[in-house]
């Protein structure tokens, strides 16, 4: 394994993480067993920065992950998020009318203590505000946060899906250590403003979905061939309108893999490494084969002419879709 530098933090963090998400939610049924046994070839491999929110099944993929944690925590750097609450106390997705974000001082005092608990652990390394709300000013948020530093709670601060003019307003009361967004070959949106403000202010970009959800990785079928509880069949992007254009782009990114001796995960892990060593990708992932998989992209290097083919190759199919629904999509880069 490779490894880079969080922030100016002195801290380095495997070049490939591992997002622990869908080992208990959105991604159809669980099977802890397989999940223990991933975590314990992410040590074997040299993969220790783990990811992790208090949202995830309502706090059990903390609970799954504390099983592996405690026993090897000077081996783990572990982020956790706070801010998404649910209405019914139903593990709703991101954008239903079940959720809604609360980045008050108060419930952050509150949130921290459970993911504590939960993660069987007497300190958080970064902790996370999920999404900006709306309703509470980002300095007060932050404000707080800076506070459970000072009490040992937490190390480092990140925010998730802020907006350039939030990670302004956050650095100005505290260093912000890690911005984690949405970020792959098919979303790319951050580019234009947010990851300059987060190259100017010194903080690490964190992608999630690096795989765009799956799809890039040429593994799976239309919407339907995801089980019924999978999340992802309410994303455009699975939709019957975007589904043709993307499974033409998705052989074709196959091939530019096959040519590189690369798995199309691999690659799509390689073009997000290749865009600045400030960014740590945590491809999520529930089995061993695929972490492995996921782990050999760091050994693959990518020249301009490996570049500018799959950015022809983006320009080509460009009708990918939406990357959340309506709803959710409100919710990011606030």
Not at 51 to 72: C, H, R
Not at 244 to 269: H, I, R, S
Request: glycine share 8%; aromatic share 8%; net charge negative.
């Amino acid at each position: 394994m490779k490894y880079r530098n969080l922030a100016n933090t002195g801290e380095k963090l495997s070049a490939v993480g591992l997002g622990c998400m869908g080992m208990s939610f959105a991604y159809g049924p669980g099977d802890d067993e397989e999940s223990i046994a991933t975590l314990h070839k992410a040590l074997d491999l040299g993969i220790n920065f783990w990811d992790t929110a208090d949202m995830y099944a309502l706090g059990k993929n903390e609970e799954l992950i504390s099983k592996v944690l405690v026993p090897n925590r000077d081996k783990v750097f572990i982020a956790t998020k706070f801010g998404f609450r649910v209405k019914d106390e139903g593990a709703g997705f991101s954008g239903t009318p079940g959720t809604y974000i609360d980045g008050s001082p108060a419930y952050l005092k509150t949130a921290v203590e459970a993911s504590l608990k939960r993660l069987k652990i007497d300190t958080i390394d970064l902790y996370y505000a999920h999404r900006i709300d709306p309703n509470v000013p980002v300095e007060d948020m932050v404000g707080a946060m800076a506070d459970l530093v000072k009490e040992g709670k937490i190390r480092y601060l990140g925010l998730s899906e802020a907006s350039a003019a939030s990670l302004r307003k956050a650095q100005a009361v505290h260093p912000i250590a890690a911005l984690q967004s949405e970020y792959s070959v098919l979303t790319r949106d951050l580019e234009a403003e947010i990851l300059p403000t987060c190259r100017e202010l010194g903080i690490t970009l964190v992608p999630y979905s690096p795989l765009a959800r799956g799809i890039i990785t040429a593994t799976i079928g239309d919407a339907s061939s995801l089980d019924a509880t999978d999340w992802r069949r309410t994303l455009p992007r699975f939709e019957e309108t975007h589904w043709e254009n993307n499974q033409k782009l998705v052989n074709e990114f196959a091939a530019l893999a096959k040519d590189k001796n690369a798995t199309p995960a691999q690659l799509a892990l390689a073009w997000v490494l290749a865009q600045g060593e400030d960014i740590i990708p945590i491809p999520g992932t529930k089995k061993r084969k695929y972490l492995e998989e996921n782990a050999g992209a760091v050994n693959i290097e990518l020249s301009k002419s490996d570049l500018d083919a799959i950015e022809a190759l983006l320009h080509k199919y460009p009708d990918v879709g939406q990357r959340y629904s309506d709803g959710a999509m409100k919710l990011v880069n606030q």
